[in-house]
């Protein structure tokens, strides 16, 4: 492998910053003094932002791994090792793997070798995936990075993997098969659905043939004849990068902390100081469909702030809407809501604590949950019109039975 000594990170494609990896695999970050001059800059994270408003400038070296915002903009799990093997990359060493990566990255940044940005990377070619998703209209066609998946890659997945994709009149974000749990793709896209009727803000969504997406192995027909895909919310129609961040960068933990080194007040925390009333509603109405649903899989990495506006939050649209329980049965929240992870704790006069330790309208937290309740029970009754498989009904209205609020 050629020796990397540093990449440039580049946010609306300006030079902002550099990271360095220095002897003993040491890596640093070191913003340009333009961009740390610059009254108008856009935000780079929350994560970078003190609590009297200042950037802070300044972060410790990491060592192998990289600064939690950038590890986050890694793929987890087997698709991790899978594209590291591809890029005779040890899948620990993020730098090399950023560096193998950098120039398909979700939103607005991308990160290019400092010394000649338009080298091939050790393992084969990776490059901006446009031109190859541009040569067909009609079908989907998956590129990571030049990378080629082989069945091994889907086949070794518990939940299938999440690939990016384009054609079809732009970018996707493509869910494949499982071999393990049956029908997630339907799942997803009824839940999806049902969301979107009820008033939460949801990207377009489908499902497609696997066979209709080129680029993949043979064979993951034989799991599953459907795939699910949802537009991507941070690109515009033409392509460009719209910045975003997930929670766990907002709050500067790495990947594998996404489901213990904060909760659900946390979250409510920053999207009532960053965003107020409105984001709260969007925040309570989210958090409750997927408390009906039976979904224990919203962790940190689930909940994402979009920056349509360089300088200012949103809440990012929905995305991993699943119902989990009729996959395993016990599951639980994914973080903490006040003292419990367990669907029958919520009740009123948690809801009513919860807003209290958030400093959140009370009112307002109630009325909202009321609502949503009432929103979803006018939709799931319509349960049996989506392509979901009679055990998920049936958990789901077991489900229910359950929840102390919704009765």
Same mark, same amino acid.
């Given at each position: 492998?050629?020796?990397?000594?540093? %990449?440039?990170? %580049?946010?609306?494609n300006?030079?902002?910053?550099?990271?360095?990896?220095l002897?003993?695999?040491?890596?640093?970050l070191?913003?340009q003094?333009?961009?740390?001059?610059?009254?108008?800059?856009p #935000?780079?994270?929350?994560?970078?932002?003190?609590?009297?408003?200042?950037?802070?400038?300044?972060?410790?070296?990491?060592?192998?791994? %990289?600064?939690?915002f950038? +590890?986050?903009?890694?793929?987890?799990?087997?698709?991790? &090792?899978?594209l590291?093997?591809?890029?005779?990359?040890?899948?620990?060493r993020e730098?090399?793997l950023?560096?193998?990566?950098?120039?398909?990255?979700?939103g607005?940044?991308?990160?290019?070798?400092?010394?000649?940005?338009g080298?091939?990377?050790?393992g084969?070619?990776?490059?901006?995936?446009?031109?190859?998703?541009?040569?067909?209209?009609?079908?989907?066609?998956f590129?990571?990075?030049? #990378?080629?998946?082989?069945?091994? !890659?889907v086949?070794?997945?518990?939940?299938g993997?999440?690939?990016?994709?384009?054609?079809?009149?732009?970018?996707?974000? #493509?869910?494949?098969?499982?071999a393990?749990?049956?029908q997630?793709?339907?799942?997803?896209?009824?839940?999806?659905?049902?969301?979107?009727?009820?008033?939460?803000?949801?990207?377009? &969504?489908?499902?497609?043939p696997?066979?209709?997406i080129?680029g993949?192995?043979q064979?993951?027909?034989?799991i599953?004849?459907?795939?699910?895909?949802i537009?991507?919310?941070?690109?515009?129609s033409?392509?460009?990068?719209i910045?975003?961040?997930?929670? $766990?960068?907002v709050?500067?933990?790495?990947?594998e902390?996404?489901y213990?080194?904060?909760s659900?007040?946390?979250?409510?925390? #920053?999207?009532?100081r960053?965003?107020?009333?409105?984001?709260?509603?969007?925040?309570?109405?989210?958090?409750i469909?997927?408390?009906?649903?039976?979904?224990?899989?919203?962790?940190l990495?689930?909940?994402? %702030?979009?920056?349509?506006?360089?300088?200012? !939050? +949103?809440?990012?649209?929905?995305y991993?809407?699943v119902?989990t329980?009729?996959?395993?049965p016990?599951?639980?929240?994914?973080?903490?809501f006040v003292?419990?992870?367990?669907?029958? $704790?919520?009740t009123?006069d948690e809801?009513e604590?919860f807003?209290?330790?958030?400093?959140?309208?009370?009112?307002?937290?109630?009325?909202? &949950?009321?609502? &949503?309740?009432?929103?979803?029970?006018?939709?799931?009754?319509?349960?049996?019109?989506?392509?979901l498989?009679?055990?998920?009904?049936d958990?789901?209205?077991d489900?229910?039975?359950?929840?102390?609020?919704?009765?």
């Open positions: 492998m050629n020796k990397i000594e540093s %990449l440039d990170v %580049l946010l609306y300006k030079h902002i910053a550099t990271l360095t990896n002897p003993g695999d040491k890596n640093v070191h913003f003094e333009d961009f740390i001059n610059d009254a108008n800059r #935000v780079l994270s929350l994560s970078f932002i003190d609590d009297d408003g200042d950037f802070i400038t300044e972060s410790k070296p990491t060592r192998t791994r %990289l600064l939690p950038f +590890s986050n903009l890694l793929p987890e799990g087997y698709l991790r &090792t899978y590291a093997s591809q890029a005779s990359v040890n899948e620990e730098f090399y950023l560096d193998a990566l950098g120039e398909d990255l979700p607005a940044l991308k990160v290019v070798r400092s010394s000649n940005k080298l091939s990377h050790p084969g070619e990776f490059h901006d995936a446009e031109d190859d998703l541009k040569h067909s209209e009609s079908t989907l066609h590129s990571l990075a030049g #990378v080629q998946l082989k069945f091994s !890659a086949q070794n997945t518990d939940g993997l999440t690939i990016p994709a384009g054609g079809v009149g732009g970018d996707w974000i #493509v869910k494949l098969p499982s393990i749990y049956h997630v793709p339907e799942n997803e896209f009824s839940m999806m659905e049902m969301a979107r009727l009820i008033g939460l803000n949801v990207p377009e &969504t489908a499902l497609v696997v066979e209709s080129t993949l192995p064979g993951i027909g034989k599953s004849q459907n795939a699910f895909i537009k991507r919310f941070d690109r515009t033409e392509g460009r990068g910045h975003m961040e997930d929670f $766990a960068q709050f500067g933990v790495y990947p902390q996404k213990r080194k904060a659900y007040r946390n979250i409510a925390d #920053v999207i009532m960053e965003l107020g009333a409105e984001g709260i509603i969007e925040f309570t109405r989210r958090f469909f997927n408390v009906l649903i039976g979904n224990g899989d919203m962790h990495k689930n909940w994402s %702030l979009l920056y349509s506006d360089p300088r200012k !939050a +949103s809440l990012a649209p929905a991993d809407f119902s329980i009729p996959y395993l016990e599951d639980q929240l994914a973080l903490n003292d419990s992870k367990a669907f029958e $704790a919520l009123y809801f604590r807003s209290k330790k958030a400093h959140l309208p009370d009112s307002l937290v109630q009325d909202i &949950t009321r609502e &949503t309740v009432v929103d979803f029970k006018r939709v799931w009754k319509d349960a049996g019109d989506y392509p498989d009679s055990h998920v009904i958990t789901i209205n489900h229910l039975k359950r929840l102390p609020f919704y009765k």
